[in-house]
């Protein structure tokens, strides 16, 4: 997969902080797990809340990773949980202020499925043969006011496909893709850095009044290539069994003729 990560006038309102992070296997044994996307946001922000996005990030990373034994939405469940943790502790020492501020997109990435969670008011998006799809718009979750002692409380799971693109936006940025770049995507033949780059620069002026994160995670025919050979490794073997038996029954009955009428 390849990720564009864009941070759209970041100084422009200082009492909102937005950042994102993209996880990668480190070693070998991660791999059976996937790639790991975060995009978060707080608003009404504080100077004591710097770190906040940092640390949660970190702690659901090392969460995700550290059991290789399980599978990717189990690994994911773990790592959220391990957030509501962090969240409710932070909170019992009277860290409050990130309540009903805190915007949350965790995306998780492995072969052609994608387990996700979002909290608070984000655009998840899915672009596939030229049109969009709200793919997070029957959570359970859309409210800013965490449910209980529970922060994150749903997992939704998919399939994907080559080709596919992924789209995270934070909230206040979402006119401005809407209005001026949502249409121009789809008539994106050849989607990289440069041509990205140069729509967003040719948009420059009716971004003047947006801020926030543009993240999309464009699916790459390459990731499936392992995964589809499980499949046909295992047919080619048994048409040649098939053959090799036809083979065997045919030298017998010669063999079994030679004998009776030698």
Known sequence: MQVFDYHLNPKLRKDINFKSFYFKPEIKEEEKLGSLCIV???????????????????????????????????????????????????????HQTWLGNLHLTVINVKDD?????????MRLLLLRNSEYIDIAE?????????????????IATGQIVPEDKIIIITQHLNGFFETYLSNHLLGLENFSHKNLDKLIKQKKEEMEESCGVLF???????????????????????KLKKEIILVIAFLLILLFSYLMFR
């Open 40 to 94: 978060g946001e707080l608003t009404n922000f504080l100077s004591k809340d710097k770190k906040l996005l940092d640390q949660l990030a970190e702690k659901i990373r090392q969460t995700f990773y550290s059991n290789l034994n399980i599978i990717p939405k189990k690994a994911l469940n773990r790592a959220l949980d391990s957030a509501n943790q962090y969240l409710n502790s932070i909170t019992e020492k009277d």
């Open 113 to 121: 499925a994608i387990n996700f969670s979002k909290s608070g008011n």
């Open 138 to 154: 029957n959570l359970e979750f859309q409210n800013n006011e965490p449910e209980g002692e529970k922060y994150f409380t749903n």
């Open 216 to 238: 999309i995670i464009l699916i790459k025919t390459k990731h499936f290539k392992k995964h589809l050979l499980k499949y046909l490794f295992p047919t080619f073997k048994i």
